[in-house]
């Protein structure tokens, strides 16, 4: 158990509809990342939050924003799904400055049908 | 842009044999190389990871090589076991909480 926390575990929803992920990074942890691994993609950079203010920003499409809260959890939110936004959705977690290790919380499955 | 390239994709062994996998990297700025371990449907775990400080470092069976004028890095595994099945992923960033830059994974077999 790395001590990051997502909810939900499985997603099932339609297309078009709207979503959002929950992450609780390890006590301490200022750090949050999100990436998304698709089978065709690997594993892929969304976006990272350093103390509630987004720090930087990989190919994260239009339709997916995150934001993380004074209590430092992060949501990941993603509108007008499509069946090819189907894939495993990680956070991870860091420390803070000087920190190199990242630590992965068990994902949220999302499934679009 | 950002770039890590890994090999093999899949890789089988017999017990007890030794795995290798390889990475290279193309951002000059990246000084930082773990490796993860990801088990089916479960979270990359983090299992070593090297700074550019170092070329290598070692814990009990397994063991990585960082050559910087190269820009390759690699994962050796020794004395493997049918356990150490999984997929194996090498990651770069620049450290100081950048953000990880994956390889596309080596499927690793290892049958008794």
């Known amino acids: 158990d790395s001590g990051v926390t997502q909810t939900p575990k499985h997603l099932i929803t339609a297309t078009g509809q709207r979503v959002t992920l929950r992450c609780s990074p390890r006590?301490?942890?200022?750090?949050v990342y999100w990436y998304q691994q698709s089978l065709d993609q690997g594993l892929q950079f969304l976006i990272q939050?350093?103390?509630?203010?987004?720090?930087a920003k990989g190919n994260i499409l239009e339709r997916f924003s995150a934001q993380q809260f004074p209590d430092l959890h992060s949501e990941l939110n993603l509108s007008s799904l499509e069946l090819g936004d189907s894939a495993l959705y990680f956070c991870?977690?860091?420390?803070?400055?000087?920190?190199?290790?990242?630590?992965f919380g068990p994902g949220t499955r999302l499934t679009v049908t | 842009g950002e770039n890590v390239e890994q090999h093999p994709s899949t890789l089988s062994v017999q017990e007890g044999d030794s795995a290798v996998i390889k990475c290279t990297y193309s951002?000059?700025?990246?000084?930082?190389f773990p490796w993860y371990k990801q088990e089916l449907g479960k979270r990359p775990q983090l299992i070593i990871d090297?700074?550019?400080?170092?070329g290598e470092k070692k814990d009990q069976r397994i063991a990585v090589t960082l050559n910087k004028t190269a820009k390759h890095f690699s994962l050796h595994i020794t004395e493997t076991q049918p356990e150490d099945s999984a997929v194996y992923f090498c990651?770069?960033?620049?450290?100081?909480?950048?953000?990880?830059?994956f390889g596309t994974g080596t499927r690793l077999q290892v049958f008794p």
């Open positions: 991870a977690s860091s420390v803070a400055e000087g920190s190199y290790e990242q630590y």
């Open positions: 006590s301490g942890d200022l750090s």
């Open positions: 939050y350093y103390n509630g203010e987004e720090r």
């Open positions: 951002d000059s700025a990246s000084n930082y």
């Open positions: 090297i700074r550019s400080n170092v």
């Open positions: 990651a770069a960033s620049r450290g100081n909480t950048d953000k990880l830059i």
